[in-house]
């Protein structure tokens, strides 16, 4: 009999956040161990909890006085403009955002290398692309991993302002490899619009329809590749919206490959792909 | 053309239009005052800690750096306010949520539902307060605000592993709090209806609502 996780461990496999081969020993161990199965159904009931506790209405009078603190502490008289507040603004004469996006790539890559870095044991177990594909999703078609899906079966949705270029990919993971800590104060990430609700989504729902789509459509562009989704930008490609899929390589978690959707529709293949390396030094 | 995003409007506030901040403060004060209640754990506090975070946002609005989210800029701002509020008040007192306070919608049909959900929500807030503050602000962001670790990671300024560990020993560390919340009568809420729920929902019902649930009517406030 071996020792017991510590409970750490079993909330990461509460959160479907383990890889293997912890994954199936925690699983093999839960099925024998009334103990930590108490603590399972413990971090359920307080995630259960959790999503009790949806966005607060704001009390009554706080917006206006907000407000009104805000007037009293901006400078200068209504309507003039200094031309010191001018020269402090000096990025938005122009349109930079190219600066914004590289930045905000360079740093979701950072984070995927992060993440792959921790579940390289769980990818190297994933051989071929459409068991792969089915794990990672919890909601594919085969849906018999549905535990396994990190956090549920949404990936986080990104915003980018500005145009994504699958020319600045490269060059932003390459300047990526210096750090894998986030941006100190600069880092760039939009919450996922369904975030908005504070905390009432169901973090067990399956993957939706459109964001499977997605990555079947790139897995059915990588061929015989093992893709792990990690996340979307919803941004613009040739001035046009789209959205685009960023995910790792099961078994090369420095590998980063994107597959541009123009508009958000993948039941067409991606305009555009291309890969990258994701591993911070 | 469409609406301007939030760092279009912090531009315009720097270039002087006045009204430009407003704009920034009505799009994001309720999940900047979410933050704060959640971290802190009552209204006063909350509502100290989110006007400051949105002063010091202004103060410093000439700092903000265009790589990152404007709304990444003020989550942080805003944790940090509330950790400062925190520091602050020499009291450790707390004062009790109000049911509203709870975010709990109020359902039309089934008022006897209701009692029980304002119970328990109040019972998680409450159990929130008791974690410790590092692991709370993670769940905060993560498990309350739905932000992508990543993103937390830039709010908090450490790694997304750190981030992780946090939300996790904030799980254990609310569930072990819900698991040991004294059994107080819960007054406000009927207890009948509660064994027809989940394993879930029954560890919950078992804890109670904070103390002095019957004097929410503060007869001298507001």
Known sequence: ?281 | MSEPTDEELLASHLRGDRRAFGQLVSRHERRVYGICLRMLGNREDAQDAAQEAFLSALRRASTFRQAAAFSTWLYRIAVNAATDQARRRARTRTVPLEPDDAGVPVPAHDPTDHGEVVATAVTVQAALAGIPDEFRAAVVLCDLLRLPYAEAAVVLEVPVGTVKSRVFRGRLALADELRTEPAEPVKAAPLDARSVHGPGTATLARASEPVETDERHHPSKE
């Open chain 1, 1 to 281: 009999m071996r020792d017991h996780p510590d409970r750490e461990q079993l909330a990461a496999w509460q959160a479907g956040e383990l890889g293997e081969p912890d994954r199936g020993r925690t699983a093999a161990h839960l099925a024998g161990c009334g103990a930590c199965a108490t603590v399972v159904a413990d971090l359920e009931s307080a995630r259960h909890g959790l999503a009790l506790l949806v966005e607060p209405e704001l009390p009554a009078g706080f917006h206006e006085r907000l407000l009104a603190a805000v007037e009293r502490e901006s400078p200068g008289p209504a309507g003039t403009v200094g031309p010191a507040q001018r020269r402090r603004n000096p990025w938005l004469q122009r349109p930079a955002t190219w600066a914004a996006a590289a930045a905000l790539l360079l740093f979701v890559v950072g984070a995927v290398g992060l993440v792959n870095l921790v579940d390289r044991n769980r990818s190297d177990t994933t051989a071929a692309a459409p068991a792969s594909r089915q794990e990672e999703s919890g909601g594919g078609a085969g849906g018999a991993m549905a535990p396994a899906a990190p956090s549920g079966g949404a990936l986080p949705v990104i915003q980018l302002a500005g145009e994504f270029s699958p020319a600045r990919l490269p060059e932003a993971l390459v300047a990526e490899s210096g750090g894998s800590q986030p941006l100190s104060g600069s880092g760039a990430t939009r919450a996922a619009p369904q975030s908005a609700d504070g905390g009432r989504t169901d973090n067990q729902a399956k993957r939706p329809p459109d964001q499977q789509a997605c990555v079947d459509r790139a897995a059915a562009q990588a061929g015989g590749t093992a893709l792990v989704p990690s996340f979307f930008v919803d941004t613009l490609y040739q001035g046009k919206p789209a959205r685009v899929l960023v995910a790792t390589v099961a078994g090369a978690p420095s590998q980063a490959r994107y597959f541009v959707f123009p508009g958000g529709d993948c039941s067409v293949p991606p305009v555009a792909q291309g890969q990258g390396n994701a591993r911070p030094r």
